[in-house]
């Protein structure tokens, strides 16, 4: 989208009216705006619907005219993470300084409480899941646990490296810097262990829980555009990169299956079967197993396990594994910038984020997320991945905020197909890191 005078019919065509006619996903940019406009009237009149509709057009609205606008930005669409990264600041900014009233941040909560976000991973987790070649999937999987491990080790080295650099000692940093950054977010990771902490310590647990959020805020935005920086390497060196593929030689159901083309009742089957598989990760996430061996095991890791179950003995069919993956592209190609501008208003605070700024914890954090990034890097070759791909899958998004921040990364490394091995990092990974909690917090603080 670049606004320069050029000739149309020997005519030279005015930047404005080259503006209006851009389109974004085939609606006029005019429209775009006319929407902006009922919006800014809408909330100034408080007429805007405070229900479903009115949130879904608020940040549908926000967030393909930012997205837009993000992707087109030069340096900043290559390596700041583009209409992303803009969508989320910028919205999260609105919000802070009160261009978004309080009334409407509360009815997008309250869409994202119902599920939304919930829903769009679970999209992705299918769509990806079911879509990998059966002869890969043993050989993915099996390489791409032992890389999270791995990631695991280095993030903590880089943490403790940038401790020495600011004075804070390996078991502080260890204990309070490293553990909430890689325990997989805050309702799976620093809640249980900020109520870990306070059992073993005697203290209230909301001492630890406040500067553990603060701290794993930082790394979240760091890693972020780390996400951006390593998707611009990818371009530029496109070797290092299956640009959404993490194993080499790896195909798709699409690619080996290029002559099955899905109709909209396959794609209403492979929704049918994400929901199916979301509800049935829930059932044993939040009925018959929620922990095992006292460690909260999240509902969406039972249900990339169900769906590597399903797809390794083959028992979806092809119609509905590739209907999943029409789904997936849809979401991709079209809602995306949506979403992240609803997590922007919704979930992020932008006051506390720059609270959590201070010299000492963006070191120790950029530590965390550079080892994160060289463990995989560094071994993607034994496991046959691709060394980009490896770094954000299971090096960044093992030093996220959970759901959201795996959201966030890949799409500022626009690398949203890895998606479930992304929830395998931070749902795998944080429970590792919870249960390695449990066993510090007694031995280093009692």
């Given at each position: 989208?670049?606004?320069?005078?050029?000739?149309?019919?020997?005519?030279?065509?005015?930047?404005?009216?080259?503006?209006?006619?851009?389109?974004?996903?085939?609606?006029?940019?005019?429209?775009?705006?006319?929407?902006?406009?009922?919006?800014?009237?809408?909330?100034?009149?408080?007429?805007?619907?405070?229900?479903?509709?009115?949130?879904?057009?608020?940040?549908?609205?926000?967030?393909?005219?930012?997205?837009?606008?993000?992707?087109?930005?030069?340096?900043?669409?290559?390596?700041?993470?583009?209409?992303?990264?803009?969508?989320?600041?910028?919205?999260?900014?609105?919000?802070?300084?009160?261009?978004?009233?309080?009334?409407?941040?509360?009815?997008?909560?309250?869409?994202?409480?119902?599920?939304?976000?919930?829903?769009?991973?679970?999209?992705?987790?299918?769509?990806?899941?079911?879509?990998?070649?059966?002869?890969?999937?043993?050989?993915?999987?099996?390489?791409?646990?032992?890389?999270?491990?791995?990631?695991?080790?280095?993030?903590?080295?880089?943490?403790?490296?940038?401790?020495?650099?600011?004075?804070?000692?390996?078991?502080?940093?260890?204990?309070?810097?490293?553990?909430?950054?890689?325990?997989?977010?805050?309702?799976?990771?620093?809640?249980?262990?900020?109520?870990?902490?306070?059992?073993?310590?005697g203290k209230d647990p909301k001492m630890w829980y406040s500067s553990a959020m603060a701290i794993l805020t930082?790394?979240?935005?760091?890693?972020?555009?780390?996400?951006?920086?390593?998707?611009?390497?990818?371009?530029?060196?496109?070797?290092?990169?299956?640009?959404?593929?993490?194993?080499?030689?790896?195909?798709?159901?699409?690619?080996?299956?290029?002559?099955?083309?899905?109709?909209?009742?396959?794609?209403?089957?492979?929704?049918?079967?994400?929901?199916?598989?979301?509800?049935?990760?829930?059932?044993?996430?939040?009925?018959?197993?929620?922990?095992?061996?006292?460690v909260f095991i999240h509902p969406f890791a039972y249900m990339v396990v169900f769906v590597l179950i399903a797809?390794?003995?083959?028992?979806?069919?092809?119609?509905?594994?590739?209907?999943?993956?029409?789904?997936?592209?849809?979401?991709?190609?079209?809602?995306?910038?949506?979403?992240?501008?609803?997590?922007?208003?919704?979930m992020v605070d932008f006051g506390a984020l720059l609270k959590a700024f201070n010299l000492t914890t963006v070191?120790?954090?950029?530590?965390?997320?550079?080892?994160?990034?060289?463990?995989?890097?560094?071994?993607?070759?034994?496991?046959?991945?691709?060394?980009?791909?490896?770094?954000?899958?299971?090096?960044?998004?093992?030093?996220?905020?959970?759901?959201?921040?795996?959201?966030?990364?890949?799409?500022?490394?626009?690398?949203?197909?890895?998606?479930?091995?992304?929830?395998?990092?931070?749902?795998?990974?944080?429970?590792?890191?919870?249960?390695?909690?449990?066993?510090?917090?007694?031995?280093?603080?009692?």
């Amino acid at each position: 989208m670049e606004l320069q005078n050029k000739k149309v019919d020997g005519k030279e065509e005015s930047l404005l009216k080259k503006f209006f006619n851009i389109n974004l996903f085939g609606v006029p940019m005019l429209l775009f705006l006319v929407g902006a406009v009922i919006i800014i009237l809408g909330i100034s009149t408080n007429s805007l619907p405070k229900d479903m509709v009115g949130s879904i057009f608020l940040i549908f609205t926000c967030g393909i005219i930012l997205g837009k606008i993000g992707d087109s930005i030069p340096i900043w669409k290559d390596y700041l993470g583009g209409g992303a990264i803009l969508a989320f600041l910028v919205t999260s900014y609105a919000v802070y300084i009160g261009l978004i009233p309080t009334i409407y941040v509360k009815d997008i909560k309250g869409l994202f409480d119902s599920g939304f976000l919930e829903l769009y991973i679970s999209i992705m987790i299918c769509g990806s899941l079911l879509a990998i070649d059966r002869k890969f999937l043993a050989k993915t999987v099996g390489g791409f646990i032992p890389m999270v491990l791995i990631a695991t080790l280095t993030a903590a080295l880089g943490a403790v490296i940038g401790g020495l650099i600011t004075g804070v000692s390996p078991k502080e940093v260890i204990l309070n810097y490293a553990l909430p950054i890689m325990g997989g977010g805050n309702g799976a990771g620093a809640i249980p262990m900020s109520q870990i902490w306070g059992q073993v310590t005697g203290k209230d647990p909301k001492m630890w829980y406040s500067s553990a959020m603060a701290i794993l805020t930082i790394a979240n935005i760091i890693a972020i555009l780390a996400g951006a920086i390593l998707n611009g390497i990818g371009n530029k060196k496109p070797q290092l990169t299956g640009n959404g593929e993490l194993i080499k030689g790896a195909k798709n159901a699409e690619s080996t299956k290029s002559n099955f083309k899905a109709t909209f009742e396959d794609g209403a089957a492979g929704l049918f079967i994400t929901l199916a598989f979301y509800c049935l990760g829930n059932l044993f996430g939040k009925g018959f197993f929620p922990t095992i061996g006292g460690v909260f095991i999240h509902p969406f890791a039972y249900m990339v396990v169900f769906v590597l179950i399903a797809s390794g003995f083959n028992l979806v069919p092809e119609r509905i594994r590739v209907g999943a993956k029409q789904v997936q592209k849809f979401m991709v190609g079209n809602l995306f910038y949506v979403l992240i501008a609803g997590v922007g208003i919704a979930m992020v605070d932008f006051g506390a984020l720059l609270k959590a700024f201070n010299l000492t914890t963006v070191i120790i954090s950029l530590g965390a997320v550079i080892g994160a990034i060289l463990g995989p890097w560094i071994t993607s070759k034994i496991f046959g991945f691709y060394p980009i791909e490896a770094s954000i899958a299971a090096g960044l998004c093992h030093v996220n905020r959970g759901g959201s921040g795996d959201l966030e990364i890949l799409g500022a490394a626009k690398r949203m197909n890895l998606m479930a091995y992304a929830q395998i990092a931070t749902r795998l990974g944080g429970a590792i890191i919870l249960v390695l909690a449990g066993f510090l917090f007694s031995l280093w603080l009692k």
